[in-house]
């Protein structure tokens, strides 16, 4: 009885042992599909992922090792996505989603062009999303706020419209923002732009370049340029009225100095005149 229980208890930790080996020697699938998808909605010229192919997508890691460039892996998952300055084309697939253990994406110095996908939010460990320096068009995806990790979102330099989402600072963990030189309009949102002690959440630089923007922090700058543009005229006014002045007085000067060498000149001469 008792060889039989060893026997037992050796067999199901072989078979743990043969589980945990075939999950890291073999790719979620929904990893796969996410790989897949994201690949063949990409352009790439430069055949920088030359090595993204479907027989890699069915093995792309083994434990923390990662077959595929660009893609970090976490006890057999894809964690991270670094795909940056490749000069890649073409779209986000909604498919990304897929990568369900994904923490982080950067997709930026690209030229990825079409809408942010909303599905996006199925992300729910994602904390750093930077898709910067790109050709996004559309508005940012208000689902954006049910990545509930997220501590950074960049999207600067893009061509991005649209107000931005209220729901993104309800994102308490959310330390980096940046959204400038796109086409956004509206009112920046409160818990975006809120004061911690005598300083906005975010700064002003989050979001210039946008013309249709307004509110605060914007409105603070636009009053210490106007602030700024003002001295630069006073000082201006300033330094003109006092070369003026300076000029002046310097004439009255010579004048009184012109008059009183003249008038020694007349004396000179008037005593030196022969008396009839």
């Given at each position: 009885?008792?060889?039989?229980?060893?026997?037992?208890?050796?067999?199901?930790?072989?078979?743990?042992?043969?589980?945990t080996a075939r999950r890291l020697t073999?790719?979620?699938?929904?990893?796969?599909?996410?790989?897949?998808?994201?690949?063949?909605?990409?352009?790439?010229?430069?055949?920088?992922?030359?090595?993204?192919?479907?027989?890699?997508?069915?093995?792309?890691?083994?434990?923390?090792?990662?077959?595929?460039?660009?893609?970090?892996?976490?006890?057999?998952?894809?964690?991270?996505?670094?795909?940056?300055?490749?000069?890649?084309?073409?779209?986000?697939?909604?498919?990304?989603?897929?990568?369900?253990?994904?923490?982080?994406?950067?997709?930026?110095?690209?030229?990825?062009?079409?809408?942010?996908?909303?599905?996006?939010?199925?992300?729910?460990?994602?904390?750093?999303?930077?898709?910067?320096?790109?050709?996004?068009?559309?508005?940012?995806?208000?689902?954006?706020?049910?990545?509930?990790?997220?501590?950074?979102?960049?999207?600067?330099?893009?061509?991005?419209?649209?107000?931005?989402?209220?729901?993104?600072?309800?994102?308490?963990?959310?330390?980096?923002?940046?959204?400038?030189?796109?086409?956004?309009?509206?009112?920046?949102?409160?818990?975006?732009?809120?004061?911690?002690?005598?300083?906005?959440?975010?700064?002003?630089?989050?979001?210039?370049?946008?013309?249709?923007?307004?509110?605060?922090?914007?409105?603070?700058?636009?009053?210490?340029?106007?602030?700024?543009?003002?001295?630069?005229?006073?000082?201006?006014?300033?330094?003109?009225?006092?070369?003026?002045?300076?000029?002046?007085?310097?004439?009255?000067?010579?004048?009184?100095?012109?008059?009183?060498?003249?008038?020694?000149?007349?004396?000179?001469?008037?005593?030196?005149?022969?008396?009839?």
């Amino acid at each position: 009885m008792a060889m039989s229980h060893r026997f037992s208890h050796q067999l199901l930790l072989l078979l743990i042992a043969v589980e945990t080996a075939r999950r890291l020697t073999s790719a979620d699938p929904n990893d796969e599909a996410c790989l897949k998808n994201l690949r063949q909605n990409l352009e790439d010229p430069a055949r920088n992922l030359r090595n993204w192919t479907d027989s890699v997508f069915s093995n792309p890691c083994s434990g923390f090792t990662s077959y595929l460039p660009g893609a970090t892996c976490n006890n057999g998952r894809i964690y991270k996505l670094s795909l940056t300055n490749l000069s890649l084309r073409g779209s986000i697939s909604p498919f990304l989603s897929n990568c369900t253990n994904l923490q982080s994406l950067d997709l930026s110095s690209n030229q990825i062009s079409g809408d942010i996908p909303p599905e996006i939010q199925f992300l729910v460990n994602l904390a750093v999303l930077n898709l910067s320096l790109n050709r996004l068009s559309g508005e940012i995806p208000p689902q954006l706020a049910l990545c509930a990790y997220l501590n950074v979102i960049d999207l600067h330099d893009n061509q991005l419209s649209g107000p931005i989402p209220q729901q993104l600072g309800l994102l308490a963990r959310l330390s980096a923002f940046d959204v400038s030189n796109n086409k956004l309009s509206g009112q920046i949102p409160t818990y975006l732009s809120n004061r911690t002690g005598s300083f906005p959440r975010f700064n002003a630089s989050s979001f210039v370049g946008n013309k249709g923007l307004y509110g605060y922090p914007l409105q603070e700058m636009m009053k210490s340029k106007g602030l700024s543009v003002m001295a630069i005229v006073g000082i201006g006014l300033g330094s003109g009225v006092a070369s003026l002045m300076i000029s002046f007085t310097g004439v009255c000067i010579w004048l009184r100095i012109t008059e009183k060498k003249m008038a020694e000149d007349e004396g000179k001469i008037s005593q030196s005149m022969p008396d009839y």
